[in-house]
Nanobody, 126 residues
Framework: QVQLVESGGGAVQAGDSLTLTCAPT????????MGWFRQAPGKEREFVAG??????????YYAGSVKGRFTISRDNAKNTVTLRMNSLKPEDTAVYYC?????????????????WGQGTQVTVSS
């Protein structure tokens, strides 16, 4: 059974940093591209960042709203993917989801992902 477990969410002040971690189990981690999405109340789920699977190179992709502030990385020895979030803003407040896909690229559509975590809440106050 595939499971993606996120951790690291919390409540912070604007300008603070947080690191989210996702630990997938039940799949061959190096065969999956990984992505982070977020969903704020009343809004659609949106792409935040993605990283290719190992064999395609370790290229990373970001939404324009987080580029330069967020960094996605993966540790293949530990089978984890992290999202480092710096200079957080109130508009970053959302539930953040980890997702896995077997594509060669990094899609920004949630429908292209095969597995999802349960989500972790990030709240940024001004």
């Amino acid at each position: 059974q595939v499971q993606l477990v996120e951790s690291g969410g919390g409540a912070v002040q604007a300008g603070d940093s947080l690191t989210l971690t996702c630990a997938p189990t039940g799949l061959n981690f190096s065969s999956y591209g990984m992505g982070w999405f977020r969903q704020a109340p009343g809004k659609e789920r949106e792409f935040v960042a993605g990283i290719l699977r190992i064999r395609s190179g370790d290229s990373t992709y970001y939404a324009g709203s987080v580029k330069g502030r967020f960094t996605i990385s993966r540790d293949n020895a530990k089978n984890t993917v992290t999202l480092r979030m710096n200079s957080l803003k109130p508009e970053d407040t959302a539930v953040y989801y980890c997702a896995a896909n077997r594509r060669l690229d990094v899609p920004n559509k949630s429908s292209e992902y095969d597995y999802w975590g349960q989500g972790t809440q990030v709240t940024v106050s001004s």
